[in-house]
């Protein structure tokens, strides 16, 4: 069964940072495409981030890109999301997800999201 | 960017009706939108990829058409479980955009 695990959000005050992982079974890692999606409260959902199998591809949205890095550990099972500067637009769920096999971009697999508070 | 608008924002309907969600990109996207329904609470759970596939475990009531610029997510009979929020997403080229989303409500 494929599973996504999300963990390392929790409140952090604006300019700090946060590290997110997400942890994945079930499935050869390796051999995916996977991404961040977040979702502000009450509000949409907005792509983050993707990485391709190896890490040699990486593709941000522009309102995180120099502050946020995607990366990720087959070896370990691991997808990450290294956030620094944080804004308080930032506030969100984070969730981590496996794109489809075809490598389109539809993602097939989600985690149950981890919450981001940014706020003094 | 690519804006994807989904309309309408808010459906009101009830159990057994048959409701079309429509998503609109602004510029071509040939067949690459995917259809996400999104329980409260819970994560986004993916329905259709390449406009018309259906998702393996997706009930044949869902059903996804179009190309180009102009997607239908229709339902063709309502179920209890199917109140939720439907949301558009196209992958032709980054940065990937969603839409607004759709707010399937009980009439």
């Known amino acids: 069964e494929v599973q996504l695990v999300e963990s390392g959000g929790g409140l952090v005050q604006p300019g700090g940072s946060l590290r997110l992982s997400c942890a994945a079974s079930?499935?050869?890692?390796?051999?995916?495409?996977m991404g961040w999606v977040r979702q502000a409260p009450g509000e949409g959902l907005q792509w983050v981030a993707n990485?391709?199998?190896?890490?040699?591809?990486?593709y941000y949205v522009d309102s995180v890109r120099g502050r946020f890095t995607i990366s990720r550990d087959n070896a370990e099972n691991s997808l990450y999301l290294q956030m620094n500067s944080l804004r308080a637009e930032d506030t969100a769920v984070y969730y981590c997800?496996?794109?489809?096999?075809?490598?389109?971009?539809?993602?097939?697999?989600w985690g149950q999201g981890t919450l981001v508070p940014v706020s003094s | 960017d690519i804006q994807m608008t989904q309309s309408p924002s808010t459906l009101s309907a009830s159990v057994g009706d048959r409701v079309t969600i429509t998503c609109r990109a602004s510029?071509?996207?040939?067949?690459?939108l995917a259809w996400y329904q999104q329980i409260p609470g819970k994560a986004p759970n993916l329905l259709i990829y390449?406009?018309?596939s259906l998702e393996g475990g997706v009930p044949s009531r869902f059903s996804g058409s179009g190309s180009g610029t102009e997607f239908a997510l229709t339902i063709s009979s309502l179920q209890p479980d199917d109140f939720a929020t439907y949301y558009c997403?196209?992958?032709?080229?980054?940065?990937?955009?969603f839409g607004q989303g759709t707010r399937l409500e009980i009439k």
């Open positions: 997800a496996r794109i489809g096999i075809a490598a389109a971009g539809d993602y097939d697999y």
């Open positions: 990485i391709n199998p190896d890490g040699s591809e990486r």
């Open positions: 079930g499935f050869n890692l390796g051999s995916y495409w």
């Open positions: 390449k406009a018309s």
């Open positions: 997403q196209q992958y032709s080229i980054y940065p990937i955009t």
């Open positions: 510029q071509s996207i040939s067949s690459w």
